[in-house]
């Protein structure tokens, strides 16, 4: 009983002292954010240990979590406590007025057995399709909560396929010795037939089989992998405290959820990951995300809501949503919007993040036949290293490439015929970008817009960027630059091509080339360029022949 209450009061300090960290959450936002409050939790507590539970690594407790689930939730919620140990377990289902909390030296370990899992119909890259259940799932739930700074472990391992060209030899060998398969062509390690199955079957699907009925998933049920932490079409959700690692597919997917909060969480994967995503917040509401580190195999924090048909039926956008002090230290981007964003995206700030090594730091993708806008997004305060493509990136002929193209994937053909513009016509416009600092870049940024769907009113300020090479900037319209400066080890700092109504005010280039800026494309009109600091630049701005001759303003 002392053990509980202590526990309880524990609990309570933290929530204080949560709360009064959040008030400064709100600060410098730049749009009407409601407040998300933390979920109310009833002062009620009880341990796994109290159904039968053993956490010791080897006893199975699936049903003494659902008992202690269901006693707590017949006493009007509370608390599930996990003690230090090792608790294995299949699904864990979650209910309203609950709060799963994992103690010090905790560690949650789900199953590899897939016969655990069974196909539930589910959301998954955007699309309605089946996938085996997640190991922490809920839906439809009211107040919500998974704290303490234990671990949840996913068992990814058991799950994943694994690139030959992603790993070390040693690695590979033991993996070849493990069991499971190869492709065909050697390149790719499956951990079962049903796998392979799966993986063959997806060919120009992404990870979403083109089946029409539950029955045709049966044959590759392991090739369907579930996001970690599934939690849908709830409203007062926080997850606070605990590390979640070694997802099978992506690993924290809130679903259409309003009043989510999400902090103080420690998210990672192997960098070999397939689809490791760190989290996909998709089609939610009035969201906090902040004190959390990313190390992951594919993006890190990731804005999402829904896919092409899909996304745009369901049409719910994810929409204010707070990013504050996060770190991300690998992933395929640092702070991503998209490529499923059909559904729309807006009202999005991004401050105080700090991204080491990730592919891309901020990363814009979609494509044609998605559809959506993606507007009033506020991005400020991001410091990056090591960038091995561009800090900033923006990418409308987005092919489901990783940043840095692996064996088996060929850069994205971008077609530059004009296309009708109708509701499969994806927008991203209004989006504010300042006080960015970044060193050891490959590019330093790419803006690649649609040919029928210019990138639309991009404002940079108060940039600075070490890279290899400039700026790209490609079918876009209304792009401001204040106070940017780009250093490169060679070429234009920055090439400008059919793009329109550009304002490039005290910009500064330094590369040991000639040339600050190079405009070109026939469709390039309404350039105006302020005097700037030239730096080391031979040649102010070079015009190519095709470009009008009133084009290109010098003030």
Request: with cysteine; net charge negative.
């Amino acid at each position: 009983m002392k053990k509980k209450l202590f526990l309880l009061a524990l609990l309570s300090a933290n929530l204080l002292l949560a709360q009064q960290n959040q008030t400064t959450i709100y600060e410098d936002v730049e749009f009407e954010m409601p407040q998300v409050n933390p979920p109310a939790i009833p002062d009620y507590s009880v341990s796994v240990s109290d159904f039968g539970g053993v956490g010791d690594g080897l006893t199975r407790n699936t049903e003494a979590f659902a008992k202690a689930i269901d006693a707590v939730v017949a006493k009007g919620g509370g608390h599930v406590n996990v003690p230090r140990g090792i608790w294995l377990t299949g699904p864990i289902t979650l209910q309203s007025n609950l709060d799963l909390h994992l103690e010090d030296g905790a560690l949650l370990l789900f199953t590899k057995d897939k016969d655990d899992y069974p196909l539930v119909a589910i959301s998954f890259e955007g699309l309605e399709t089946y996938r085996c259940l997640s190991p922490i799932n809920g839906k439809d739930l009211v107040n919500v909560s998974i704290t303490g700074r234990g671990t949840i472990d996913g068992n990814g391992d058991a799950w994943r396929a694994v690139k030959k060209s992603k790993v070390t030899d040693s690695h590979w060998k033991q993996l070849v010795k493990s069991g499971g398969l190869l492709s065909d062509d050697g390149k790719n390690w499956y951990p079962s037939a049903s796998y392979k199955v799966g993986a063959d079957a997806t060919a120009g699907f992404f990870n979403v089989p083109d089946a029409s009925s539950k029955d045709d998933f049966v044959a590759f049920k392991d090739f369907l992998r579930p996001v970690m932490i599934s939690i849908q079409t709830s409203k007062n959700v926080m997850l606070d405290g605990p590390t979640f690692q070694n997802s099978p597919a992506w690993n924290i997917h809130p679903l259409m959820c309003e009043n989510v909060i999400l902090r103080n969480l420690n998210v990672r994967n192997p960098w070999y990951s397939q689809n490791g995503d760190g989290l996909d917040l998709e089609s939610c509401k009035n969201v906090l995300i902040y004190n959390n580190t990313f190390d992951v195999g594919d993006d890190a924090i990731c804005i999402k809501s829904g896919k092409d048909e899909d996304g745009r039926k369901r049409g719910i956008p994810t929409e204010n949503v707070i990013i504050k002090n996060n770190i991300v230290y690998h992933g395929h981007g640092g702070f991503v919007v998209g490529s499923e964003m059909s559904g729309g995206v807006k009202n999005v700030h991004v401050s105080k993040c700090t991204f080491m090594g990730t592919d891309v730091g901020l990363r814009f993708k979609s494509t044609r036949g998605r559809g959506g806008v993606v507007e009033n997004i506020f991005i400020s305060d991001i410091d990056m290293i090591n960038i091995p493509t561009e800090p900033i990136r923006f990418n409308l002929f987005y092919g489901g490439q990783s940043p840095v193209l692996e064996e088996d994937q060929e850069a994205a053909v971008v077609d530059e015929a004009l296309m009708p513009v109708t509701e499969k016509t994806p927008s991203f416009k209004d989006i504010y970008i300042k006080n960015v600092t970044a060193v050891g870049s490959g590019t330093a940024a790419y803006f690649q817009g649609l040919p029928e769907m210019n990138l639309k009113n991009i404002n940079l300020e108060n940039v600075y960027i070490e890279a290899k090479k400039g700026i790209s900037m490609v079918d876009a319209d209304g792009i401001s630059f204040k106070g940017v400066t780009v250093v490169t080890d060679k070429g234009f700092p920055l090439t400008i091509y059919n793009t329109k109504n550009i304002s490039i005010s005290g910009f500064e280039g330094k590369t040991p080339d000639s040339g600050l800026v190079r405009v070109l494309g026939a469709k390039t009109d309404k350039v105006t360029l302020v005097e700037s600091d030239y730096g080391d630049c031979k040649t102010e701005v070079v015009i190519g022949k095709e470009v009008g001759k009133k084009a290109v303003k010098l003030k």
